[in-house]
């Protein structure tokens, strides 16, 4: 990686962008050892502006960022790092600096997660096809999941993409009534891909 640092100093912004969510977290400064014992710690470490020294996120708060990514811009002299964040990323203890908590967004995914605990909460006198589902109760639910895996599997066998991506939409949809109707959020099963992940 070539990275020019005389723009500003022996300095390069460094972009700090959620791996799993896409969200941008932080903008921070890395000198070369900065950069250099990033990538060997795995832990993002910046020169710090004020300290005027090398600062590792999280040395006080435990709140690290773990290295996922780090990718050059096309200028060469703006680095975009991927991570994954443990706990809060701001000192104020929000997810972003800018005020904002929304680490466990995934875009639409979350907003579809959103309409289906509506839908739930209103179970008992809502018309809709959630509503009737989470009436029905676990048993029924599970079933779908069930019959909706089923027919994903036989669409792989076949050549027809488009019936294989529509038979795929209507498992997750219901595999998100699933998770709801048990208590949990897609979030839950992220966090565990994650852990094994680092494993």
Known sequence: MNIN???NNGLVPAIIQDAT???VLMLGYMNEEALQKTVETKLVTFF?????RLWTKGEESGNHLKLVDIKLDCD???????????GPTCHKGTDTCWNENNSQDYGFLSKLEDIISERKQTASNDTSYVASLFAKGINKIAQKVGEEAVEVVIEAKDNNDELFLNESAD????YLILLQAKGFIFNDVMSILQ???VM
Not at 76 to 86: A, E, F, G
Not at 171 to 174: G, I, N
């Open 48 to 52: 710090s502006r004020t300290k005027q």
């Open 171 to 174: 498992l997750l949809f219901h």
């Open 5 to 7: 640092y005389d723009k």
């Open 195 to 197: 852990e094994r992940h």
């Open 21 to 23: 969510t896409n969200t």
């Open 76 to 86: 060469s002299d703006t680095l975009l790092i991927k991570v994954n964040p443990n």
